[in-house]
């Protein structure tokens, strides 16, 4: 007995051009995405607080998921960043530059010294700032004021009497040592997960396809 069968593939071959246009696209994104939020994240943030001495999280809130999106498939925009320059600054190492003029002391980081950390100790919360509000302050005991050096500014001076203390020192710009490890711990968290969560989520794409 002979059996004949005819197959209409174009059926099929609509499906398959159907699903690779849109499922893949869509489980691609979606394992992207779950990947970034549930564990690039997280271990970027638990990173940070090993980093910095975080006291209002503002480090962490400031850490961010770029969502893929479908219709960038294969080619995404996506990541994780921040939005804030002192996280940026340590993660990559780049040089701080002041970003306004401040009174007294213009376009200049004020670098605290050892003497100001003694004297003042934890007031000295935004450094530029306080250097700037203290150049021009004068007491009964004290004075400060700017030190210059090739009619350059150089320094903020505490004196006190004859005696005179450097308690800042200006500068154009500060390179910032590499010592937040952003990207390796994103990377490496990126790269363990990534092909259990591609996994789910097509299959997810294949239960759901219409």
């Not at 999106?69 to 990541?79: C, D, E, L, T, V």
């Not at 092909?195 to 989520?201: K, L, P, T, V, Y």
Request: glycine residues 6%; aromatic residues 10%; positive net charge.
């Amino acid at each position: 007995m002979q059996i004949s069968m005819s197959f209409d593939v174009s059926k099929i071959e609509a499906k398959l051009k159907k699903f690779k246009t849109k499922q893949i696209p869509f489980a691609a994104a979606m394992a992207f995405n779950t990947t970034l939020k549930n564990y690039v994240k997280p271990n970027a943030q638990a990173e940070a607080k090993k980093t910095f001495k975080i006291k209002t999280g503002w480090a962490l809130k400031g850490i961010r998921v770029i969502p893929a999106k479908k219709q960038n498939f294969p080619h995404f925009s996506a990541g994780i960043g921040t939005k804030d320059d002192v996280i940026r600054q340590n993660a990559l190492g780049e040089p701080r530059v002041s970003q306004i003029s401040k009174p007294n002391i213009g376009n200049k980081l004020a670098i605290p010294t050892a003497y100001a950390r003694r004297k003042f100790g934890e007031r000295i919360a935004n450094p530029s700032n306080w250097a700037s509000s203290l150049a021009s302050k004068k007491t009964k005991t004290a004075r400060y004021f700017i030190e210059t050096e090739n009619g350059q500014d150089v320094g903020l001076m505490y004196a006190q009497g004859r005696r005179m203390w450097r308690i800042y020192t200006l500068k154009e710009a500060v390179k910032i040592p590499k010592k937040f490890n952003f990207e390796r711990v994103s990377h490496v968290s990126f790269r363990r997960h990534i092909g259990s969560n591609f996994r789910s989520a097509m299959a997810y794409a294949l239960r759901t396809a219409r």
